[in-house]
Nanobody, 126 residues
Framework: QVQLDESGGGLVQAGGSLRLSCAASGRTFSNYVMGWFRQAPGKEREFVAAITRSGANTYYADSVQGRFTISRDNAKNTVYLQMNSLKPEDTAVYYC???????????????????WGKGTLVTVSS
């Protein structure tokens, strides 16, 4: 089992920044491709970003490309999501996620995720 614990959400004005953190425990963190998803009210959960086990490769949804940056610190068992130039449409609950398979990020589907955090709310005011 992998336990994931997000933090860093909050209320921010449009154009502002936030950094989310996700602390992992339970298994060897560096063995997992890590990712972030989000779910806005009334919408389906969607892929935001993923980072490979070494951190060498990152992947982003088109809607956040160039504004968000995913990173990880394997020594601290933590993955981060730096969010800049936030927009009201970024308002959502953000979830840290991973799966046992090393290529889950290729589908970008929440249906292949094995482990979820409880989520952290990000609200962007206009």
């Amino acid at each position: 089992q992998v336990q994931l614990d997000e933090s860093g959400g909050g209320l921010v004005q449009a154009g502002g920044s936030l950094r989310l953190s996700c602390a992992a425990s339970g298994r060897t963190f560096s063995n997992y491709v890590m990712g972030w998803f989000r779910q806005a009210p009334g919408k389906e959960r969607e892929f935001v970003a993923a980072i490979t086990r070494s951190g060498a490769n990152t992947y982003y949804a088109d809607s956040v490309q160039g504004r968000f940056t995913i990173s990880r610190d394997n020594a601290k068992n933590t993955v981060y999501l730096q969010m800049n130039s936030l927009k009201p449409e970024d308002t959502a609950v953000y979830y840290c996620a991973t799966a046992s398979g090393s290529s889950w990020y290729l589908s970008r589907s929440p249906n292949v995720i094995d482990y979820w955090g409880k989520g952290t709310l990000v609200t962007v005011s206009s």
